[in-house]
């Protein structure tokens, strides 16, 4: 099953013909405003009824929201297994750092979540996690995005098409908040994950250290992917201008 890992730190691409500092101030205070309006919305996922349950290829689960500073212990032992499972192999002898890094991001304020619940014979007390998605609202090359720190599913939720339905809700949730891009990091030795975001049409950003400078690309065990929804953020994310 695809997967999104955590936002890795990138290289800076050069400098650029900067303008007015007026221009600047007044660009940044409106993304950040755009940034603060959608972190204050506490559930994105009301605003999408049609995206409540999943009922498809023989799997029938219900939607939730969440937030990382209000999981629950039991949760956060979900997400903690899930991860290891999913992420030990592609991230090999990386994986213990990694980790230490996950179990910090997964609990921060600013993480949003949507988790898959099946409630066997609809008893809530009986419900169980078969996944989620952990997601922010972040700054990018001065743009407002959501950025996908995680996309996991258990095995028996994988191949079923959750994941895809998963990242349109995604997708409905940047647009929704004027979010100029989806981005994503993925690693490299994940070659499912990669073939699943490209059939999803999002591209290598402009942004990984593969498209900054190919030697150092080379270097580094990630890709940073996107799909923008706007002209500006093309140039910036996918065009590098």
């Known amino acids: 099953m695809a997967t999104a890992e955590n936002k890795?730190?990138?290289i800076s691409s050069g400098v650029e013909k900067r303008p007015s500092r007026k221009e600047i101030l007044g660009r940044k205070k409106a993304v950040k405003e755009l940034i603060?309006?959608?972190v204050a919305v506490k559930d994105h996922l009301a605003q999408f009824t049609d995206f409540h349950k999943y009922q498809r290829n023989g799997i029938s689960v219900y939607l939730e929201s969440g937030r990382g500073d209000l999981l629950t212990l039991p949760m956060r032992k979900y997400i903690q297994n899930l991860l290891k499972a999913n992420m030990e192999e592609p991230y090999g002898p990386e994986w213990p750092s990694e980790e230490k890094v996950k179990r910090r991001e997964m609990v921060a304020p600013e993480a949003r979540y949507i988790f898959v619940m099946?409630?066997?014979?609809g008893f809530i007390a009986e419900g169980r996690l078969l996944g989620f998605v952990h997601y922010r609202f972040v700054v990018e090359e001065d743009l407002?995005?959501?950025y996908v720190y995680e996309?996991?599913?258990e095995p028996s939720a994988q191949g079923k098409g959750l994941g895809k339905f998963m990242m349109l809700l995604i997708e409905q949730i940047a647009c929704k908040n004027q979010m100029g891009a989806v981005m994503l990091t993925v690693q490299k030795a994940n070659t499912l994950a990669m073939a699943f975001y490209t059939k999803l049409r999002y591209v290598i950003s402009s942004t990984s250290p593969s498209r900054v400078d190919p030697q150092v690309g080379l270097e580094q065990s990630y890709e940073i992917l996107c799909k923008t929804f706007d002209s500006e953020a093309k140039s910036k994310l996918e065009d590098g201008d």
Do not use: E, F
Not at 118 to 121: A, G, L, M, T, V
């Open 36 to 38: 603060r309006k959608a």
């Open 144 to 146: 407002p995005v959501v």
């Open 118 to 121: 099946q409630y066997p014979n």
């Open 8 to 10: 890795r730190p990138r």
């Open 151 to 153: 996309l996991q599913m």
